[in-house]
């Protein structure tokens, strides 16, 4: 028996198991809730019942949605599917009913406006009415009559009123009765469980597995055009195809139509005008959905004035944003002066599916609008008056925002989360300023390139403008020592010296005159230029001056990060004893800081002295703790990995420490930030004694694997609290996996979590990622809800993570796989 059939049963034994998008409420202490058996014994096949009622082509991708929607349906009596326009909650809908036959009815409220919702209803019920009486009272007498039942309303936004009381009367009296609406605004009522339907999963191919929106849209294909040979060799542009448009299954229709006469790559370049481009609806379809612009229009009519200038303002943030974001680019006016505050704009474009809900940093929770609602805004905004005001706040908040990224420069600095959330609206930024004379363009251009790199996406063309914009700024203009210091640190990774350390000492200088609360930053700039040129007696200097100009400002935090960077430039050069002196003082400070860029950066030096001083066990518990602390950046997290890769090397792990160089080598090149030369004498000698340790095919399946492991991916397995890469066997959930899983489905938060557990929040979630890697569940929902069902079956919940091959380099299954996959490192070069 699955565990949703277990829990419907047993109404005692039940668990909150899912963590609800909208938290359901109680019908009151006189009306106890009745849970019934549902049919929602496990994960539904792909294709729907071939019934001549039952659609007749296949519904992809929503298995995940229609076990957590089983598992709401366990404990509640109303629950409302909504979703932005196209995105198919009537099919997930008619899935749900399709698992309860039977006992369900279907009522399509745009078709029934016209004759009267309750007078449908009625129809549907067959409640007989004799004149002068109440139609609604006879549904509510007829419905019990027919035992438990099943209903659902269909596209509720076209009378959302009138389903709101209809419901509002039946539930109350049929205590045999659940519901289930679809709606692109759920419907406000008490005990109302609230589904948010999301687009199909998107994502690269592995060539023979397509995700579910790929399928799709070459399945439509297939309909309009014969050709076994359309998708040969295009995977990649069907799939961007596919995250242009979001997954939305209307809008991956309609560019499915497109393929009569156009490639995959054709249809991408014609997605640029997407509304003009997806028109080609099927004739029997409603109207509003015919077109992509008919169907989110349909939604954008209905919206009030103040909903309608908010919403077109927003158009000019192409990525996600919180509420702060939203209240300083959105400026709506009204004559009488009755305009709502942002927040109830935001909250109410968000009910209405205009707005999606997106995971933020910690706790934090985002809004952003998906590609073609913000190609629909933008369309409206243009026919505005509103768009030089709003571009212009965007420019004039993201400029603001950037600032402290932008003065503390390329280096590792202050926590980079919020940077590299709102990246793409710094881009759209930048872009608005892009050939003007603003001093902002060095501001946005310096902080753009910081987040970039953190996501691993800079490319040299980044770098390439970020030098360009330094270049034609003026000489008295108040970003040019920012510049200047940002392109003498790129100077410095691509060894020209000479040219670093020429921009530094003048951004230094320029920051002694006219910008002193930048000098500790600036010297630290210097301090890197001179260690990458080899003379680490003038970087300790540089460093020195650095934190005593921070202790004069009273920046406690510059002051720690120009401290750490003296006492690493120290050991490098191998003054090991003036190391341990100074670094003392440091770690006494470092037990009262919170977890900070700057606390990992230190607890990475401080491993650097130990692993110098020959105590190899305490070096790997500090590089450890480094990688535990919160931060995010490149650099930080490959010298944690190279740390851990020394370590390991040291204790007989060869094959671990191969992996581990290789996964920080790859994060390096892809942030065009190699390690010091000092570190990298260190890394090249072990790497050298680990290839000597390991016959030649081990070596290459080695640095394949690590090659291959993306930032958080290969952060998890240089933790491995448990011991499982030792294994070489693909293992189960680990017992910690299991504790964290099982508290998720509980409903703890990460930080509840980590407090149960005693462990870190960043553990938390990388246990999370993990699994939810591994198990490609998309939510905590999913999470939950997949952990519920594997409860059954303990033996089968297993996760696949990298493990070091076996000693003939061919045992293991994920060496398999790592030999499957593209090379990105040479598999005897050192990285």
Not at 105 to 122: E, F, K, N, P, Y
Not at 316 to 327: I, N, Q, R
Not at 335 to 340: I, L, Y
Not at 554 to 580: I, S
């Amino acid at each position: 028996m699955s565990a949703e059939s277990e829990m419907c049963e047993n109404p005692s034994a039940r668990r909150d198991v899912v963590e609800f998008p909208v938290t359901p409420h109680r019908y009151g202490a006189g009306q106890q809730r009745q849970v019934s058996r549902i049919p929602f014994s496990g994960v539904p096949s792909e294709r729907l019942s071939a019934d001549p009622d039952a659609y007749a082509n296949t519904l992809y991708g929503r298995e995940e949605d229609i076990a957590v929607t089983g598992q709401l349906l366990a404990r509640t009596r109303l629950l409302t599917l909504v979703g932005e326009p196209g995105v198919g909650k009537s099919r997930l809908g008619a899935a749900v009913l399709d698992k309860c036959r039977d006992m369900a009815l279907h009522l399509d409220v745009g078709v029934a406006t016209g004759r009267g919702l309750i007078r449908s209803v009625a129809d549907l019920v067959g409640a007989a009415t004799a004149p002068g009486d109440s139609v609604l009272d006879a549904v509510a007498t007829a419905l019990p009559a027919r035992g438990e039942a099943w209903l659902l309303l269909d596209n509720c936004e076209y009378d959302l009123g009138g389903c709101a009381d209809l419901l509002a009367t039946l539930l109350p009296r049929c205590p045999r009765l659940k519901a289930l609406a679809t709606s692109r605004e759920h419907l406000g009522l008490p005990g109302e469980t609230v589904y948010t339907v999301t687009g199909l999963r998107t994502g690269p191919t592995d060539g023979h597995t397509p995700q579910a929106a790929e399928r799709l849209f070459l399945d439509r294909v297939r309909t309009v055009r014969h050709d076994p040979a359309f998708a040969a060799n295009r995977t990649d542009d069907v799939a961007r195809v596919c995250r242009t448009l979001d997954g939305n299954p209307l809008a991956i229709e309609l560019a499915a139509e497109l393929a009569r006469v156009s490639s995959p790559a054709e249809i991408l370049t014609l997605l640029d005008d997407r509304l003009t481009a997806l028109t080609g609806g099927r004739p029997t379809a409603d109207a509003r959905h015919r077109s992509l612009r008919a169907a989110i229009d349909w939604s954008y009519r209905r919206l009030s004035r103040a909903e309608r200038s908010a919403f077109r303002q927003l158009a000019v943030l192409p990525g996600s944003f919180d509420a702060d974001t939203a209240e300083a680019v959105v400026d709506v006016r009204s004559p009488d002066r009755t305009v709502p505050p942002t927040l109830f704009l935001l909250a109410s474009l968000e009910a209405k599916s205009l707005l999606v809900a997106r995971p933020g940093s910690g706790s934090d929770r985002r809004l952003a609008m998906t590609g073609s609602i913000r190609a629909f805004a933008l369309d409206r905004l243009a026919e505005s008056e509103e768009a030089r005001g709003a571009e212009a706040r965007l420019v004039a908040v993201m400029a603001k925002l950037a600032l402290p990224y932008a003065e503390a420069g390329l280096l590792p600095g202050r926590s980079l989360v919020g940077l590299v959330e709102e990246s793409a609206n710094l881009s759209a930024a930048a872009a608005l300023l892009e050939g003007s004379e603003d001093d902002r363009r060095v501001t946005l251009a310096v902080a753009r390139l910081v987040g970039c790199e953190v996501a691993e996406a800079a490319a040299p063309r980044d770098r390439a403008g970020l030098v360009e914009t330094a270049r034609v700024t003026g000489p008295e203009a108040a970003g040019r020592g920012t510049g200047m210091a940002a392109v003498a640190v790129l100077a410095a990774r691509r060894g020209d010296t000479l040219m670093a350390l020429s921009l530094a000492e003048e951004a230094v200088e320029l920051a002694r005159r006219t910008c002193h609360h930048t000098l500790p930053h600036r010297l630290r700039v210097l301090a890197s230029a001179h260690a990458r040129a080899g003379d680490l007696d003038a970087a300790v200097r540089a460093a020195a001056d650095g934190a005593a100009s921070a202790g004069r400002l009273r920046d406690r935090e510059a002051e720690l990060w120009c401290r750490t960077d003296a006492l690493g430039y120290q050991v490098g050069r191998g003054r090991l004893t003036e190391a341990a002196e100074a670094s003392r003082p440091l770690a006494d400070a470092a037990q009262d800081l919170a977890p900070t860029p700057a606390l990992a950066a230190l607890r990475h030096t401080l491993g650097a002295l130990r692993f110098r001083r020959g105590d190899a066990t305490a070096a790997a518990a500090l590089f450890r703790s480094g990688l535990l602390t919160d931060h995010t950046g490149p650099a930080l997290t490959a010298w944690g990995l190279e740390g851990m890769a020394l370590t390991a090397a040291a204790s007989g792990g060869a094959a671990r420490s191969l992996r581990l160089l290789h996964a920080a080598h790859t994060l390096r090149e892809r942030a065009g930030d190699p390690p010091m030369p000092w570190w990298q004498g260190w890394l090249r000698e072990t790497y050298i004694a680990s290839v000597r340790a390991l016959p030649t095919n081990r070596v290459q399946a080695e640095a394949r694997a690590g090659a291959a492991l993306p930032a958080r991916q290969a952060v998890a397995w240089a933790l491995d609290e448990d011991g499982i890469a030792a294994t070489g066997q693909p293992p189960s959930l680990t017992s910690r996996q299991r504790q964290v899983v099982d508290l998720i489905a509980e409903g703890l938060t990460n930080q509840q979590i980590a407090t149960r557990l005693h462990i870190s929040v960043r553990t938390v979630e990388t246990h999370i990622w993990h699994v939810r890697q591994q198990h490609g569940l998309r939510s905590r929902a999913h999470l939950a809800a997949w952990s519920v069902r594997q409860r059954a079956r303990p033996d089968d919940v297993t996760v696949r993570e990298p493990h070091p091959p076996t000693a003939s380099g061919g045992g293991s299954r994920d060496s398999a796989s790592a030999e499957a996959r593209p090379s990105t490192a040479d598999g005897t070069a050192a990285p």
